[in-house]
Every structure is written in structure tokens, then in C-alpha cells.
């Protein structure tokens, strides 16, 4: 029961996420009318970038850093729950509006598809499920960040951390493609980070069965790392006496 009620809380905890949702799937609905050529807008990849590296981002601000902040976190550690618990239906409650979320998407997207002819809907399930992959390890790494990160600022400090690494990783690239620094920077970048580059190689056809689920496998093997240290770190921080 207290895995429902978290679960369900979680899913429910601000008016705002309602908003987003909405927001998102207007988004879908507005972008079919712009005018562009046929093959032009690859819809899965749309999918992948704004629902799946996005989406989780403003989902999952606060999601711990708020109560600690607020001193909720010690009326929630009073029941009986451990903190691997707590942590992981606070995830799934994530993971679960990212589940209907993208389902609902890309039944959006393959709708308006059939009524316009506007873009491409190629690969479309396997982009959904690539979509939700990467959905996960953004959700991991951000909700394990808020535990150390006051209220909803593990979001943003998350979303600025990316745009840095972007800016460097466009530096290298441009000016040393075949450096040292360029290949090492990349190589972090695939194995440390969530998986945007595997995953998106799925999408896009580039990998066959088995080169698929290396690459799903590793995902999931990298969430479930991000989601460990959130357990560590929250072990660590359930019990504190005062608010931040």
C-alpha cells in the first residue's frame, strides 16, 4: 500500500506537472502545422530528444530536494519504509508518467501523422522505446541529484551541467576533432552519461538485434548506477534533523 500511495503521490506532487504534460503533447500537435517537406521531420527522433533527454528534467525537480528542504522527509522516514524503497518508488512513479507519457505521444504523433503526411514516422516503436530508456537514466541521474541539491534545483543545475558539456564538446570537436582530449571527452561522455548516442543508434536503425540490447542493456545497467548512488546518498541524508 505504501508503494501505491508514493507511487501515486509522486506522480501527483505539483499542479505544474500536469501543466508540462499538456504542454508537451500541444507541442506535438502545433509543430504538424508548420509547412515542410515530407521527409524533412523525423518524428522518432523528435520523440527521443523532447520527451525522452527534456521531459524528465522538469518532472523530476524537487523531487526529493523539496521535502528535505521543507522538512517533510522526516514525517516520510517515520513510516515504515527503508530508503532503497523510498527511493525506488519515487523513481517509478517517474518512470511510470514517462511510460504513459511517450505511449501517448507517439499515438499523437502517428495520428496527426495519418492526417497531414507531414514528416516521418519510420522506426517509430523502436524510437518509443529508445525514448523511454534514455526517459529513465535523465530521471536516475536527476532525482539522485536531488537529494543533495536544494528544491528544484537539481533541474536546473542538471540542464546547465549538460549545456556546459555540449559547449566543450562542440570546442573539441571544432578545433581538435583528432586530439587526445577530443577522444577521451567522448569516450566519458558514451559510457558515464546517459546512453543519447546507443540509444538513438536503435531509433535510427544503425545496429542490428543484438547490437540493440548491448545497447538497451547498458542503459538500463546505467540507470540502475545513478539510481544506486541516489540510495546511497539518501541513506545518508533520511534522517537529518533540521531543514535545509
Not at 507541442?27 to 521527409?39: D, G, S, T, W
Request: charged fraction near 10%.
Amino acid at each position: 500500500m505504501a508503494a501505491y500511495a508514493l507511487i501515486i503521490e509522486t506522480c501527483l506532487r505539483k499542479a505544474s506537472i500536469r501543466i508540462v504534460h499538456v504542454s508537451w503533447f500541444a507541442i506535438y500537435a502545433l509543430i504538424f502545422l508548420f509547412p515542410f517537406e515530407p521527409e524533412m521531420w523525423q518524428w522518432g527522433a523528435f520523440l527521443f530528444g523532447w520527451s525522452g533527454c527534456l521531459l524528465p528534467l522538469l518532472l523530476s525537480e524537487g523531487i526529493f530536494g523539496d521535502d528535505i528542504a521543507s522538512g517533510r522527509i522526516r514525517l516520510l522516514a517515520t513510516k515504515p519504509i527503508r530508503p532503497m524503497q523510498f527511493y525506488l518508488y519515487r523513481f517509478l512513479g517517474l518512470s511510470l508518467q514517462g511510460a504513459i507519457h511517450i505511449s501517448a505521444a507517439a499515438a499523437l504523433i502517428f495520428a496527426l501523422h495519418g492526417l497531414t503526411g507531414r514528416g516521418s514516422v519510420d522506426r517509430l516503436g523502436l524510437w518509443a522505446v529508445a525514448t523511454w530508456l534514455v526517459f529513465n537514466a535523465w530521471t536516475a541521474l536527476s532525482t539522485s541529484l536531488s537529494v543533495v541539491v536544494k528544491r528544484a534545483h537539481n533541474s536546473m543545475l542538471l540542464f546547465a551541467a549538460t549545456g556546459m558539456v555540449l559547449f566543450m564538446l562542440s570546442f573539441l570537436t571544432s578545433f581538435f576533432p583528432n586530439g587526445v582530449a577530443t577522444v577521451l571527452f567522448l569516450r566519458v561522455l558514451r559510457y558515464t552519461c546517459p546512453s543519447v548516442e546507443l540509444l538513438s543508434e536503435i531509433g535510427l536503425g544503425r545496429c542490428r538485434l543484438a547490437g540493440g540490447l548491448g545497447n538497451a542493456g547498458y542503459s538500463l545497467m546505467l540507470t540502475a548506477v545513478y539510481c544506486a548512488i541516489g540510495v546511497v546518498l539518501l541513506s545518508k541524508r533520511e534522517f537529518k534533523g533540521a531543514t535545509d
